[in-house]
């Protein structure tokens, strides 16, 4: 893998900053107009996933093709509706989560900010024991209040709070939920950066390092548990030698598996529908500090399926991983499942 540029470098040493000083925010995403846009036809595979969807309406996989054909032809209303007949469809079934996270995405692709929200809401009071869903919407609402400087002072924070309250929620679930404790760290450094009075800024701010002292002693406890018992650095009692900085770092061990906050399906290609060409592919996928795919190859290949999947993987986009409290860019494997209908 290339060493990473010097201006790679500086937006991942910005990011990891988040932990003592809120970076500098960038542009705002765009909510997409559908009015704006010409749809192209429709294809033979959504007329085919229309009669798949009514012979098996609690099947989430024919919706969630569907919408993403004709969401990528344009068809955002017909997208719309098709997701919301989908969680329709799954209600009351396991299938009706992942309706709700697809919805959330396809919003959220949108700029549709506040029905991205009520849907991850949705699905996360549907396992109400797990924190993980509550922990993406504080993701998401962190997101919003650090990008979006087209905000006001009192909507930043708004959505501020809004993520606080999300990682409360994920730390009742699960006391010692190390990802939860972080973002709360770094949400309560945000709102300390809006707070005019000095004694409640301060409080705040000690508040934050509580959580991050916290954290990494649950990181670092983790480290220690999964330590190698064999190898020249047990054996010598040194640490393994860190990586070069910005140099991404394995998944695996002290090292999280990162939360994925937006899925993309692959589009099946059709000329592999039609030669029957089924199976899974194997990506190791690079996932920068920011949560983002930055890079991505195939271990296991199916020629015919290759690229879809790729052109999927490098649209996921995934919570950032820490290491010792701070941001850092992990490879991991993913795989892509292909299953003929």
């Given at each position: 893998?290339?060493?990473?540029?010097?201006a790679a470098?500086?937006?991942?040493?910005a990011?990891?900053?988040?932990?003592?000083?809120?970076p500098?925010?960038?542009?705002?995403?765009?909510?997409?107009?559908?009015?704006?846009?010409?749809a192209?036809?429709?294809?033979q595979?959504?007329?085919e996933?229309?009669?798949?969807?009514a012979?098996?309406?609690?099947?989430l996989a024919?919706?969630?093709?569907?919408?993403?054909?004709?969401?990528t032809?344009?068809?955002?209303e017909?997208?719309?509706r098709?997701l919301k007949?989908?969680?329709?469809?799954?209600?009351?079934?396991?299938a009706?989560a992942?309706?709700?996270?697809?919805?959330?995405?396809?919003?959220n692709?949108?700029?549709?900010?506040?029905?991205?929200?009520?849907a991850?809401?949705a699905?996360?009071?549907?396992?109400?024991?797990?924190?993980?869903?509550?922990?993406?919407?504080?993701?998401?609402y962190?997101?919003?209040?650090?990008?979006?400087?087209?905000?006001?002072?009192?909507?930043k924070?708004?959505?501020i709070?809004a993520?606080?309250a999300?990682t409360?929620?994920?730390i009742?679930r699960k006391?010692?939920?190390?990802?939860?404790?972080?973002?709360?760290?770094?949400?309560?450094?945000?709102?300390?950066?809006?707070?005019?009075d000095?004694?409640q800024?301060?409080a705040?701010?000690?508040?934050?390092?509580?959580w991050?002292?916290?954290?990494?002693?649950?990181?670092?406890?983790?480290?220690a548990?999964?330590?190698?018992?064999?190898?020249?650095?047990?054996?010598?009692g040194?640490?393994?030698?860190?990586?070069?900085?910005?140099?991404?770092?394995r998944?695996?061990?002290?090292?999280?598996?990162?939360?994925k906050?937006q899925?993309?399906?692959?589009?099946?290609?059709?000329?592999?529908?039609?030669?029957?060409?089924?199976?899974l592919?194997?990506?190791?996928a690079?996932?920068?500090?920011?949560g983002?795919?930055?890079?991505?190859?195939?271990?296991?290949?199916i020629?015919?399926l290759?690229q879809?999947?790729?052109?999927?993987?490098?649209?996921w986009?995934?919570t950032p991983?820490?290491?010792?409290g701070a941001?850092?860019?992990?490879?991991?494997?993913?795989?892509?499942n292909?299953?003929?209908?």
């Amino acid at each position: 893998m290339p060493s990473p540029t010097p201006a790679a470098i500086a937006r991942s040493t910005a990011f990891a900053l988040a932990l003592l000083v809120v970076p500098v925010v960038t542009a705002a995403q765009q909510p997409r107009d559908p009015r704006t846009e010409v749809a192209r036809p429709e294809t033979q595979r959504e007329v085919e996933l229309k009669a798949a969807t009514a012979a098996e309406p609690a099947r989430l996989a024919n919706w969630t093709e569907l919408a993403k054909l004709q969401e990528t032809r344009g068809a955002i209303e017909e997208a719309e509706r098709t997701l919301k007949s989908a969680v329709a469809a799954t209600a009351g079934t396991e299938a009706n989560a992942g309706a709700l996270t697809q919805q959330a995405g396809f919003y959220n692709r949108q700029g549709r900010f506040d029905q991205t929200i009520a849907a991850l809401e949705a699905a996360a009071e549907l396992n109400p024991g797990d924190p993980k869903g509550h922990q993406l919407v504080a993701t998401y609402y962190w997101e919003k209040s650090f990008k979006d400087h087209a905000l006001t002072p009192a909507d930043k924070l708004k959505y501020i709070d809004a993520g606080i309250a999300a990682t409360d929620r994920a730390i009742a679930r699960k006391a010692d939920y190390v990802e939860a404790m972080t973002y709360k760290n770094i949400l309560l450094r945000m709102k300390a950066q809006l707070e005019p009075d000095p004694a409640q800024r301060d409080a705040m701010l000690a508040e934050a390092d509580l959580w991050r002292a916290q954290a990494m002693r649950l990181n670092q406890a983790a480290g220690a548990q999964t330590a190698p018992t064999s190898g020249a650095a047990a054996t010598s009692g040194a640490p393994a030698p860190p990586p070069p900085p910005g140099a991404p770092v394995r998944v695996g061990g002290n090292i999280a598996v990162p939360t994925k906050t937006q899925h993309v399906s692959p589009v099946y290609p059709p000329e592999a529908q039609d030669a029957k060409v089924s199976g899974l592919v194997i990506i190791e996928a690079t996932i920068n500090a920011e949560g983002n795919v930055s890079d991505a190859r195939v271990l296991r290949s199916i020629p015919m399926l290759d690229q879809a999947a790729l052109d999927a993987v490098k649209q996921w986009r995934f919570t950032p991983t820490l290491l010792n409290g701070a941001p850092v860019p992990v490879i991991m494997t993913v795989t892509v499942n292909f299953t003929l209908q």
